[in-house]
């Protein structure tokens, strides 16, 4: 049974963020491991949240794990660049050999999120360039490129990745979700890859944690790259097609729970049972 870290901040109420990385991860057959960076009562697409960054926590659980191996690594949304240069250290030191997917978390819309600054974008341009993929979309692609992110409020998404394809270091370990194009949306891998599927009419949290989560159990699983992101490309489609009248609808949140079983039948391996 493969073990993996997840390094992402954990909500009390509400699956997003790091709980969809252990739901799906778990339902794959893997065994997780969780290193929490932030407490949030909710996301943050909702009411005034509370938020505590665990740097105390975060710092004793890198120490205390440095003779663990594990055999991946996903990362999410860090509490601050402090949180996201110790975490960098302690991958070059005891585990720079274990597959690492980044999601790197920090800006949509052509704006980064609230609180943060150029200083974790410096450090998340560092953690980016250790890892075997990063996720990111276009916003937070053209703050790791150096570009200017405002640009992405003014091109169509076509033009957007053209100009990141014809940046001088190509970044082929990139995956750039969120791409939209007519009625379809999807993301972008490789040298001019796409996935799509179909684009439904609504903003749900946690896809991007889903989408996450799923890749980095079809990696894990022996997939293709090209095989990982049309499976996960398919499987948030129908999630998000999909969506039932429960509580989850009511915070906004995708409904992926009843793709649980799906995900263990398809990617659970026989000697992980």
């Not at 909702?46 to 938020?51: L, S």
Request: contains cysteine; aromatic residues 10%.
């Amino acid at each position: 049974m493969a073990s993996i870290l997840v390094v992402n901040d954990i909500p009390g109420t509400g699956q997003v963020a790091g709980l969809t990385n252990l739901a799906v991860l778990n339902a794959a057959g893997y065994e997780v491991t969780l290193l929490p960076t932030v407490y949030l009562t909710h996301h943050t697409g909702r009411w005034p949240v509370y938020r505590e960054s665990l740097d105390a926590a975060f710092s004793a659980s890198l120490m205390a794990w440095r003779q663990v191996k594990f055999q991946a690594i996903v990362t999410g949304y860090f509490g601050n660049a402090s949180q996201i240069h110790q975490f960098v250290n302690w991958y070059k030191h005891y585990q720079s050999d274990t597959f690492l997917v980044v999601d790197p978390i920090m800006g949509d819309c052509g704006q980064l999120y609230t609180g943060l600054d150029h200083d974790y974008v410096t450090a998340m341009q560092e953690l980016v360039a250790l890892a075997d993929y990063a996720l990111p979309n276009l916003t937070e692609a053209y703050l790791l490129a150096g570009l200017d992110a405002e640009l992405v409020k003014t091109q169509e998404d076509k033009q957007a990745l053209e100009t990141l394809a014809n940046l001088e270091s190509a970044h082929n370990s990139w995956v750039i979700t969120g791409i939209e194009a007519d009625d379809q949306i999807g993301v972008a891998f490789g040298s001019n890859q796409e996935a799509w599927t179909q684009r439904q009419d609504c903003h749900l949290f946690g896809t991007g944690d889903f989408f996450t989560s799923c890749f980095l159990a079809c990696q894990v699983s022996g997939l293709s790259l090209e095989a990982t992101c049309q499976w996960c490309v398919d499987l948030v489609g129908r999630a998000v097609e999909n969506q039932e009248l429960n509580q989850a609808i009511a915070r906004q949140e995708l409904y992926y729970q009843p793709y649980l079983p799906f995900i263990s039948k398809t990617l659970r391996k026989e000697d992980s049972l």
